[in-house]
């Protein structure tokens, strides 16, 4: 495979999860669908397993799900390395770049300047445009801008992240921008990043919903990801409730993250880079260092406490599926192994309703040396993942051992719906309200499940296991240069 017969196949490689095929990865970039693709640039050091002058690595999928590996797409320059940003399809060529249409990325460079390149080959090759940068550096942190463009009033608009504000700007053609107006609230510790800015409709309304990311003091330490619901007219975004502070994920792991542009039937999808910026260049992988959450489904939800995001997998995963069993109506009063199920790769959907007990839930990643455990607190009303922080490698430090979210029971039942890959745990709780999103580096060999209750019972009213194939072959792999 590519002159190396054990790529993908390294301890703690994820098996459905995109990571790069050598070298480090961190930032989603350039997100968009076009000609039957979904292209995923990201932030790529090809060198290393930890940080360097930054590129932007492409892969591309036609069902989000299964990738392949192309060529880098943009290197550092003259002007410096590749930060995040954006790539929007210029199909009119409002640019004068793209005769026929084509794409347009946006994005930064290392000292905070913003600046274009464009391609006419589906994203095979680019161009970076001769008068870069088109936006000066205006803070010392000014980065990470997406754009879109605004129907209503016939213009390009970039939401770019500034200290700790999102600024707007507007353009007719992706060369000149005019700055129109500024954003603050919710959580303003750390420096705000990559902003993202969409809508969403619930009920024949329409909603603005902004994504911004905060680099400290998220509920599980470190970096994590605020959202606004509010509206937006062109120019100028409002809040409902600006000073309301609504998580996207509760785990540590979930950073960076954002959307694609120009999806079939306006599908908002996600995905966002799977680490912490507190233990990023630390764990314990080899030739291979970060990798995305799975791809998520966004949708508005109603409920008593006003308007919510719902996040739910993209429908690509059951392509992967092997059914392992089907429980139903069990009683839980202590713990219950699953002795027919062994394996990493799972994808769980659990129903308990609550009892006596004081905790309940179940353990994945479980051998001689530990667990992960997904636990439900009911006196504290508190969805929960326990990791360990020690690998065979030693502990890594910042690794948060224990975390979780608020999580009320609905009808006195807990759903769950559960991704495991080989270093990753990610739990979408009632219907996709509640995430929590965790790496975990347990024992590559520990691979068993097992549910369990403390002081009482409670009852599994529901539980089917899948198995989950490896997405990469040979030909999908790619090499490393």
């Known amino acids: 495979m590519s002159n190396d017969d054990a790529l993908y196949r390294e301890p703690y490689r994820p098996q459905y999860h995109f990571s790069p095929p ?7 970039n350039g997100l968009v669908y076009y000609e039957g693709e979904y292209h995923l640039f990201y932030q790529y050091y090809p060198h290393d397993i930890d940080q360097g002058p930054k590129h932007w690595g492409h892969a591309v999928s036609d069902d989000l799900i299964h990738w392949q590996n192309l060529p880098i797409a943009l290197y550092p320059d003259s002007l410096g390395a590749i930060w995040s ?31 274009i390149a464009y391609s006419s080959d589906l994203g095979r090759t680019w161009t970076k445009y001769s008068g870069n940068p088109v936006i000066e550096a205006r803070a010392r942190d000014f980065r990470d801008p997406k754009v879109f463009w605004h129907d209503a009033t016939g213009q390009w608009v970039m939401v770019l992240a500034a200290g700790k504000e999102v600024q707007v700007f507007t353009s007719p053609n992706l060369r000149d921008w005019d700055y129109r107006s500024r954003f603050t609230g919710g959580h303003r510790e750390g420096v705000w990043e990559v902003p993202d800015l969409f809508p969403l409709e619930l009920d024949g309304e329409t909603k603005w919903v902004m994504l911004v990311s905060v680099s400290a003091l998220a509920p599980a330490g470190g970096s994590g990801i605020q959202y606004f619901i509010g509206d937006f007219d062109g120019f100028t975004y409002t809040a409902d409730n600006p000073d309301a502070v609504l998580w996207l994920d509760y785990g540590p792991d979930n950073y960076a993250g954002t959307t694609w542009n120009n999806t079939p039937d306006e599908q908002r999808v996600y995905i966002g880079w799977m680490s912490n910026w507190l233990y990023a260049s630390l764990t314990p992988t080899s030739t291979w260092r970060g990798a995305t959450t799975l791809p998520r489904e966004f949708k508005l939800v109603r409920t008593a406490d006003g308007l919510r995001l719902a996040q739910q997998p993209v429908a690509g995963i059951t392509t992967l599926r092997h059914p392992i069993g089907t429980w139903e109506q069990q009683t839980l009063d202590g713990e219950l192994l699953l002795p027919e199920v062994q394996g990493r790769t799972l994808e769980i959907i659990a129903e308990f309703e609550a009892g006596s007990a004081e905790r309940f839930g179940m353990d ?105 194939d490896s997405i990469w072959t040979d030909s999908a792999s790619g090499g490393c240069d």
């Open 85 to 115: 940003g954006s790539i929007v399809v210029d199909d009119r060529n409002t640019s004068g770049l793209v005769p026929g249409g084509g794409l347009v990325a946006i994005y930064t460079y290392e000292n905070q300047t913003q600046a």
């Open 364 to 468: 994945v990643h479980r051998g001689g040396s530990g667990q992960t455990r997904i636990v439900y607190n009911t006196r504290h009303e508190q969805l929960l993942i326990s990791r360990t922080d020690t690998t065979e490698a030693g502990t890594i430090n910042g690794f948060t051992p224990a975390f979780g979210a608020p999580a009320k029971l609905d009808n006195n039942r807990l759903r769950l719906h559960i991704f495991v890959d080989e270093s990753s745990v990610e739990v979408l709780a009632q219907d996709g309200l509640i995430a929590l999103t965790s790496q975990t580096f347990a024992n590559p060999a520990d691979d068993s499940v097992a549910l369990f209750t403390h002081n009482g019972s409670a009852t599994l009213a529901h539980l089917e296991i899948y198995a989950l």
């Open 22 to 28: 050598c070298g480090w990865l961190n930032d989603p």
